[in-house]
């Protein structure tokens, strides 16, 4: 009779074995026993130092009561740009694709992640929907009851690296002193303060998470931009300075499209110009004024006009090319030698919302207290 070493295992060595599999095969395990289903689901799985490969994530309205989520995944190492291979893997078939049911038409562009958590806005409903895609299960969350004007709202979304607590961030769009925070597993929405983002206005798709916290671009009375970050643990606002607003234009020209991003593990600020430029900015070193450098200013010469059209960098290589979303679906590689751009693939040809995301199948039934719905 064969013996069962894996029965015989610690469960931190079990973990950090099966936690080396890819996605498709960890799905797999979860069907070889119900230890190994309830491991993988746990929120210690989540927590292991070998962590999930990034993959992206494609938000498609499917109905007006359902969202088609599909999950594609890419390499992320930081090799040596080879356009000729991506343009290949791109072309590999989808991870999944799943619909996502809800009771109206979502915000797709406010959608959150963190830790392959999902949080869709429904701002008609003044609901708050947390989904894992991947378990097949969502939580539905109320606004806060204080709240007037549901199309000004803000969220963010975050996970405390010291408790393992999830929370949900309610941003006031207008220039309020007072935000919210919900603890998922608690049932109740807490009032936090401003503090210095006291007054400011935060803007709801330049948002990104770095050190585990969420940034948000914000602007205050005078219209001046700031970076706005709420650290997850202490539940404090802060800000400071984005590039100063002269250093923001280039002949002449305003900023449009700002973004916030993580690259190379640096927070980048980036921005279109009408004359068909983007422009990437890094933040060396954290919070620290001076170390803003502006690292590339693209011209992407296609025949129409993407002035207006939402564009995301999600993985720079060592030689400093680039792999970018042109309006959410495009795929566009930058050749940092040559700057020269071309496209190498269209993720869909259906309107849709693009983002990294970290897949997981932590289950929402860990947070206790919440109405888990399966679907």
Aim: proline letters at 4%; aromatic letters at 12%.
């Amino acid at each position: 009779m064969k013996q069962d070493f894996f029965k015989n295992l610690p469960s931190e060595l079990t973990i950090n074995i099966l936690s080396r599999l890819s996605l498709r095969s960890k799905s797999i395990s979860k069907c070889v026993c119900k230890p190994w289903l309830n491991l993988i689901e746990s929120s210690d799985f989540v927590k292991s130092e070998i962590k999930t490969p990034p993959a992206l994530v494609l938000l498609m309205p499917e109905t007006s009561n359902s969202t088609q989520c599909t999950i594609i995944e890419f390499e992320d190492e930081d090799e040596e740009a080879d356009l000729e291979s991506y343009a290949l893997d791109l072309q590999f078939p989808h991870l999944t694709d799943i619909e996502i049911p809800h009771g109206n038409s979502v915000s797709l562009y406010r959608a959150r992640q963190t830790n392959g958590l999902l949080l869709l806005d429904l701002p008609t409903e003044r609901l708050v929907y947390i989904t894992n895609p991947l378990t097949r299960q969502h939580i539905k969350l109320c606004f806060p009851h204080v709240y007037i004007h549901d199309n000004l709202l803000n969220f963010g979304f975050c996970v405390s690296k010291i408790s393992g607590r999830y929370k949900v961030i309610c941003i006031n769009g207008g220039a309020s002193d007072a935000h919210h925070v919900y603890t998922l597993g608690t049932g109740t929405w807490r009032r936090v303060g401003a503090g210095p983002a006291s007054g400011c206005t935060f803007s709801y798709h330049a948002y990104t998470i770095c050190n585990g916290n969420p940034h948000w671009v914000v602007y205050d009375s005078a219209q001046t931009l700031w970076i706005c970050c709420f650290d997850v643990e202490t539940e404090c606002f802060n800000i400071f300075s984005a590039p100063a607003d002269d250093e923001l234009i280039v002949d002449d020209e305003l900023p449009l499209d700002v973004k916030l991003n993580v690259l190379r593990g640096c927070l980048s600020l980036s921005y279109t110009l009408d004359k068909e430029f983007l422009v990437i900015w890094l933040m060396n070193e954290y919070q620290v004024k001076e170390s803003w450098t502006m690292e590339y200013q693209i011209v992407i010469d296609f025949d129409y006009d993407w002035s207006y059209l939402n564009i995301c960098t999600f993985k720079i290589f060592k030689n400093g090319d680039l792999l970018m979303f042109l309006g959410d679906t495009c795929v566009i590689y930058y050749s940092y030698k040559t700057e020269t751009t071309q496209q190498v693939g269209i993720l869909t040809d259906e309107l849709a919302y693009t983002m990294i995301y970290t897949p997981s199948h932590f289950s929402l039934k860990n947070f206790g207290g919440e109405n888990v719905v399966s679907f």
